[in-house]
């Protein structure tokens, strides 16, 4: 029997939802990070449905939305919002509800309320809980089908079937928590703190150079010689484990830890970029959390990165400070400062990460740049007294 030309395209979308699912199922079993795995079930959610928009909440112990993923959003859209959704109004329906909801006019809903000022125009809506053994670990919203059309039944049980994946990845990452904070003992905290606070420094600044490496290749005899810098440091590491589990050296306090960070940073930027660095950090400082720690390292490893590859500085100023209920820090340079193309470009990935990072910590990102003047990267995150 031969084939018509609808029975073939209605064989490709199915080829192509169940490359999709495969895709969603790998992204839970790959060595991932949660915030990369939700991210990438909240694009394959909005391929699925043909959405122009998806998002994935991820719910606090009040019932608010304590994190907020997005898909089909423009960066330049979203940086003119003040704040990401606060579970208000229609996703706050969603969080409550053990059943999907969806709507072909969301404007036409009485709950359709507590839209962030700026926020892009939508009308058709889909959402679905994300339930794991009774407990709401989420949601999944999805908005807006590119065709104009309605969501249909099999739009919903796709994501349905989405969101019961999304549940395997946060149960996993929370058994591998809880798991963690079982280990207690005093020996075991130790070992785990000199492998923290010692091996990861050391796997940052690798990063850091590979970071600066990157597009550099063919190498030159002196770019050589840096290759071979970095694979002495990757054996030192190996060296440092070793080292760490012989001696038990006693544990570090979290807050030097971060400086430390800081410093080993500055150590193997000013070894390898030839470019001086000043760390400033308040031993007053108070204690950080480990997502404030992981993302301000990130922050100033990304912006060394770009004044090594972009800025012709000869020197870069890494400041900490505390204002009332503030951290405020800066990453500057004496450069050649930044194209304002540059800085106005939604592709940037760089920028955008930076600010993605700043944002999930409930701060803000500013850079201030102007030619022959270098430039400034501020990062202001709020303080819990």
Known sequence: MSSTPESNKISENCAATLDALSRAARAI?????????????????????????????IPDEDGALKAFITSGMDPADVSKMPHEPKG????????????????DDLTQDPRSVGFVKNHPVMKRFLGVPIISRGERLGNLYLTDRLDGELFSIDD???????????????????????LQAMALSRERDRIGMELHDGVIQS??????????LRGQFPMTPEQEAQY?????????????????????????????????RLENLARHFMDFARVEVTVDVPSSLRT???????????????????????????????????????????????????DP????????????????????????????SSEGQGTCLTVTI???P
């Open 341 to 368: 193309a540059a800085l106005e470009n939604p592709n940037s990935f760089g920028l955008r990460n930076m600010e993605q990072r700043a944002r999930r910590l409930g701060g803000t990102f500013v850079i201030e």
């Open 29 to 57: 079993t790959a060595n991932l990070s949660l915030p990369r795995t939700l991210q990438a079930i909240t694009d394959i959610a909005r391929e699925l449905a043909n959405a122009r928009y998806a998002a994935l909440g």
């Open 203 to 212: 796997v940052y600044a690798v990063g850091m150079k590979l970071e600066i």
């Open 88 to 103: 208000l109004g229609l996703l706050s329906a969603v969080l409550e509800s053990d059943e999907p909801i969806r709507l």
């Open 288 to 338: 950080l959390t480990d997502q404030q720690r992981h993302s301000l390292t990130q922050i100033v490893r990304e912006g060394m990165s770009n004044v090594a590859r972009h800025a012709q500085a000869s020197h870069v100023w890494v400041t900490v400070r505390e204002l009332d209920n503030r951290l405020v820090l800066t990453v500057e340079d004496n450069g050649k400062g930044l």
């Open 228 to 260: 071979h810098g970095i694979m002495d440091d990757l054996n030192q590491i190996i060296d440092d484990i070793r080292l760490y589990i012989r001696d038990l050296r006693s544990a570090r306090d979290e807050q030097a830890t971060f400086g430390q």
């Open 382 to 384: 709020p303080r819990r």
């Open 156 to 178: 919903e049980r796709l994501i349905v079937l989405l969101a019961k994946q999304a549940a395997v990845a946060i149960e996993n990452t929370r058994l591998s928590e809880q």
